[in-house]
């Protein structure tokens, strides 16, 4: 798919967040481990950094944000998770979080390739505010991986 | 020794002998800060401000430099002038403008060697200017030179929308647009020429 | 001959005239006088040179904004209020502020230059805020990757931190000097000694550092930094669940609890996940041989391996806290610990009857 305006970035990042969402709420159930249901339940429920991002937006400006035409195409295809996440209901809560940081990452990535182009204010803000809480998240889940609870 | 008057060698540097666009000199921060309108505006008037008075003072030190037979300075005297005018741009560019200044980031000072600064007081002297003549040429240059970049950052801004085939995005496109603005600006050529 | 003295001669002169002439044209123009910046209304104000960056003067003021990156741009830390006199707001600050942030005149105080009278809003408590170099006089391994680091103060001699505070220790890093936020450890009746618990973070800048700290060697670090909240009523009982290496604040807050009130009832939950992740649990069993009140419980989540023996708990810390706690009796809760542990201990505690506003955690 092609992308050439600021609402396909948005519909695939969206799409991808859910993916994430319902892919936590399963490992929260198929894990053998509760450490990493207790940690993939809590990530579940805080995977909505694009809904947050979108409220503050008015329906006008949302309309001319996602209108917003990009110059290329945001090639986040390097980034293989999109495509899909696989791992074992035995994963431990380390490596939970190390696949949960790389697709903070990804996200990141996606972002930063908007923001690399000349693009209007309203999305610049947006985009900027999305990759801010992105990194933000990554922080957080390097912080809980240091200490080291599940 | 040529007797044009200075305000002709004024419009002939900006449309005729582009010095970015008939000498393709300065193309590196040309290409590098032409994609925003208002960085465009800001780089061009510091520029041509510089090229300005730098060709001036260069025409001073050149004079003084034959007088005393030291024309093997020439080279060396124009990059300090050109270095230290710099400098006190930059000064002014951050009194009055922070918001420019930080901008224009690190093409502030590589204004020093941006060579179509050096390449108007070289031409000065090749082609045996006289002072409100050297003045004439070095603001006409330097507009020229903003002319050019204002040009671009506007059509790179505009492109944006075109669908640029995947080998050519980016700066080489950008030398394609460059080639054809130059191609546009030879149809002055008729209207006066400097040589 | 002469030819190369006159180049030289004139060469030498061209440049020692341009350095006169921009050491002259920098006096006028990069000289912005002296600045007043007002703090909090007049609660400070302090003259400073104009032409640094705000939070250079303050920091030569002695008034220490947090900042980790040291004034790169590049943290987004050094938050300050600017009320008026900041100029407008620069591209190297807008990926820190929020929209709303931008509108309440919130800027980087590492990109605002000082450039005419400038009037600030920084928290109150940034006004106690010292610099302080001390010397590492003891480390202790307390598991396989964390250490007890306790600096004794040279100047200033004394600290006046409370439980929950913590300070930013300066470490080096190849782009200059870092800081990072730590915990105090030791309680405020030993003002001249700061101890820090540090979990070694592989590839982090300031852990590795820390850990490689021995007796003797200095250590700069600016604080105490944060807000405190202990009540003073001692019928009020306290509650500390902390997990993973998360017991530094909690430390601080029991050993000043029996400090003042040796029969106020308190209980202090652990979770760790093996028994080689376990440390303090001697002390505080000691501690809770002295005063009765005090109940110490420790919870293991990962199974035990053969061989071992453990008489704490199995499980997940917050289970502990709900298998312990009986309702309805007026209590604080601090907790420290990853997100995930303190929701999931927050629900069990407003289960017991505690109000959401008698919780106190760290927020990331």
Known sequence: MAITTVADVLQRAAEFEKMLAEYYDGLSRSSTREGVRMLANYMSRHRVRMEENLKNLSPAQLARVRGEPLRYDPQAADCRCFEGVTLSPEASASQVLDAAITFDECLVRLYRQVLQQPVAQEVKELFESLTRAEERDEIELKKIKAMDYF | ?195 | MMVYLLSVLVFGGLVVGFTILLIVAERYLTNYGVCNIDVNAGQRVMEVDGGQTLLASLIAEKLYIPSACGGRGSCGYCKVTVLAGGGPVLPTETPYLTRAEIRGGVRLACQVKVREDVSIRVPEELLNVRLFQATVVSTRSLTHDIKEIRLSLNEPGEISQRPGQYIQVEAPSPEGPVYRAYSISSPPHEPSIVELIVRLVPGGVCSPYLHSLEVGDPVVFTGPYGEFSLSEDPLVEIVCVGGGCGMAPIKNIIYSVYHRWPERVCWLFFGCRTTRDVFYLEEFKDLARKHPNFHVIYALSDPLGPNETWDGEIGFVHLSVDKHLDAGIERQAFLCGPPPMIEAVTSVLIEKGLREDDIFYDKF
Not at chain 2, 109 to 128: D, E, H, K, Q, S
């Open chain 2, 1 to 195: 020794m040529s007797e044009t008057s200075a305000l002709v060698i004024l419009i002939a540097a900006i449309f005729t002998n582009n010095i970015l666009l008939a000498n393709f000199l300065g193309m590196c921060s040309f290409l590098a800060c032409s994609r925003q309108l208002d960085t465009a505006v800001g780089l061009g008037i510091a520029v041509t401000f510089v090229t300005g008075f730098t060709t001036a003072l260069n025409f001073l030190v050149q004079r003084v430099l034959v007088t005393l037979d030291l024309e093997h300075l020439t080279y060396i005297a124009f990059i300090a002038v050109i270095a230290a005018f710099v400098q006190f741009v930059e000064m002014l560019v951050e009194r009055i403008s922070p918001k420019l200044y930080y901008s224009l980031g690190i093409f502030l000072p590589l204004i020093t060697v941006n060579c179509a600064i050096l390449g108007t007081a070289l031409f000065m002297v090749i082609r045996r200017y006289n002072f409100v003549q050297s003045v004439g040429f070095g603001f006409g240059a330097g507009a020229g030179w903003a002319l050019a970049i204002i040009l671009m950052a506007a059509l790179r801004q505009k492109m944006g929308y075109s669908n640029v085939p995947r080998p050519f995005q980016g700066v080489a496109i950008a030398m394609i647009v460059t080639g054809v603005m130059a191609m546009v600006f030879m149809g002055f050529a008729g209207m006066v020429n400097i040589q």
